[in-house]
Nanobody, 124 residues
Framework: QVQLVESGGGLVQAGSSLRLSCAASGRTFSSYAMGWFRQAPGKEREYVASISRSGGTFRYADSVKGRFTISRDNTKNTVYLQMNSLKPEDTAVYYC?????????????????WGQGTQVTVSS
């Protein structure tokens, strides 16, 4: 069982940066590939990024490539999402998710555990 708690969201202006964190409970954090997803009001959940168990490989949605960076610290049981050059269209609730299979999955349904989400609002 893994419990995930996101933090770091907030209200920022376009062009600003935010770093989201997702803290995981348990001693097996390094056994899970991790992902970030987001959901804007009235829209379906959208894949953002994922990272392998070791942190050595990662994948991004085209919409955030070059602006967002996913990373993890297995000693702190935490995965991060550094978001730079934020745009109003990045406004959403951001969720982290854990997947036992070590694969950079972009399909949310393949993930085993989810956090409660953190709101990110980018004003123009």
């Amino acid at each position: 069982q893994v419990q995930l708690v996101e933090s770091g969201g907030g209200l920022v202006q376009a062009g600003s940066s935010l770093r989201l964190s997702c803290a995981a409970s348990g001693r097996t954090f390094s056994s899970y590939a991790m992902g970030w997803f987001r959901q804007a009001p009235g829209k379906e959940r959208e894949y953002v990024a994922s990272i392998s168990r070791s942190g050595g490989t990662f994948r991004y949605a085209d919409s955030v490539k070059g602006r967002f960076t996913i990373s993890r610290d297995n000693t702190k049981n935490t995965v991060y999402l550094q978001m730079n050059s934020l745009k109003p269209e990045d406004t959403a609730v951001y969720y982290c998710a854990a997947q036992f299979v070590d694969y950079l999955n972009y399909i949310g349904g393949r993930y085993d555990y989810w956090g409660q989400g953190t709101q990110v609002t980018v004003s123009s």
